[in-house]
Each structure stands twice: as C-alpha cells, then as structure tokens.
C-alpha cells in the first residue's frame, strides 16, 4: 500500500506535548519526512530521517519510528506551532515515488 | 541561499494544458544531490506529489497522473517545468516545486523536500 495515514485533527494546551501519528506500510522500509504548513504559505520541513532537524527548526519538534508508525512529537508546543502537519516518504512499490499523507490540523489551545 | 519560484498562467481552460516553471536560483539545478518535484494542493485538502526529475533527465511521476504528465528540465537556464494535460476542475489547485533529497543513515533510508517555492494557484475554468 502507498497510503500514508494521519488522524484528522489534535489539540493541545499551550506548553504542553502533542505527538501526531502516521502509519503505513511504507514506513517499514523508509523513515517519514514531516512538514509544518501554516494558511497561506508553503510547506515547511521540520524533521527528517531517524530524528534530525533542519537549521532553524526549534528543538521542541522531535521524531520517532516503529514499525509501520512515524511519529512528530512537540514538546512545550508555543500558539505558532498551529498549523497543518503532514508526513512524506517514498512508497514501499520500489519506485522512485511518494507519497503525503493525509494530515493534521493541530490547534494549540 | 537556494531559492525556487513557480510561474506559469492562473488560469487553464478545461481539457487544455497546464504548463508551469520553476525557476532555481542561487544554486545549481545540476547538482548531483538531488531531485526536482513538483506537488499540489488542491483548495483545503491535503498534499500531493506529481512527480519528479533528476538533472539528467530521468522522470519519476505519481501513478495515478503518469498518462498526463511531463516534467522536464533545462538545466541552461537553471529551471525544470509541468506539463499536465487534458486538464479538468479536479485539477484547480495550488501547485508547488521543491527541491528532494535523500540520505541514509545505520537504520535505513530517508527522502525529504527541503526547500520549496511560494506556490502559484492554477484554476481550471471555461
């Protein structure tokens, strides 16, 4: 399968720890990328491989892997952490293609 | 530092073609490094990948859209472009190019999309 799974939608309180999930069979061979969109902009990449961050990404933002589940973890989530977030790996078909999956919507409250 | 930006018309008439560019600047398309992407977004739905190329030429495209599409790149002039054809209002999105690698590190591979483009909205519309 090249569907990558995300729940819906996860709010958090302000400071607080949200982990946002993403399955499927792909991540067994591959790890997941992750990307924070914000309304009206771009994506932005925030982790990739086993746990690493680009420059300028704050360390709350941390990831993790098991099985045929990824997962984004923020620790201490500020208000402009709000945004969509979306998982990304190459599918397991042993092409060169990828796939998003399906998103979250995280609302710090 | 790198930068990509899409341009191309706003707005495409139906089972017409979209054909849009990506123009790279400070740094080479030609880099061994990495891939090239194109991917969309519909209006308030998620992300999707269409496809890919390398500065060789070599094309990567997502299997639902493949009999569609054709990315190339001119590497003279530092830009990679979208053709899609036989377009439709399921086409109306935001499209977005992006520069992909990959690594790999003890535990297994990664691919990501490190840097992107502002995106440019296509509507398809009579």
């Known amino acids: 399968s090249s569907e990558l799974t995300q729940d819906p939608a996860v709010s958090v309180a302000l400071g607080q720890t949200v982990r946002i999930t993403c399955q499927g069979d792909?991540?067994?061979?591959?790890?997941a990328s992750w990307y924070q969109q914000k309304p009206g902009q771009a994506p932005v990449l925030v982790i990739y491989g086993k746990n690493n961050r680009p420059s300028g990404i704050p360390d709350r933002f941390s990831g993790s892997s098991s099985g045929n589940t990824a997962s984004l973890t923020i620790t201490g989530a500020q208000a402009e952490d709000e945004a969509d977030y979306y998982c990304n790996s190459r599918d397991s078909s042993g092409n060169h293609h990828y796939v998003f999956g399906t998103g979250t919507k995280v609302t710090v409250l | 530092q790198l930068q990509l930006q899409e341009s191309g018309p706003g707005l495409v008439k139906p089972s017409e073609t979209l054909s849009l560019t990506c123009t790279v600047s400070?740094?080479?398309?030609?880099?061994?490094?990495?891939?090239w992407g194109w991917i969309r977004q519909p209006p308030g739905k998620g992300l999707e990948w269409i496809g890919s190329i390398y500065y060789s030429g070599s094309t990567y495209y997502n299997p639902s859209l493949k009999s569609r599409v054709t990315i190339s790149v001119d590497t003279s002039k530092n830009q990679f472009s979208l053709k899609l054809s036989s377009v439709t209002a399921a086409d109306t999105a935001v499209y977005y190019c992006a520069r992909h690698g990959e690594g790999e590190e003890a535990t297994g591979y990664y691919y990501y999309m490190d840097v992107w483009g502002k995106g440019t909205t296509v509507t398809v519309s009579s």
């Open positions: 400070g740094g080479s398309i030609s880099s061994s490094s990495y891939y």
């Open positions: 792909s991540l067994r061979s591959y790890y």
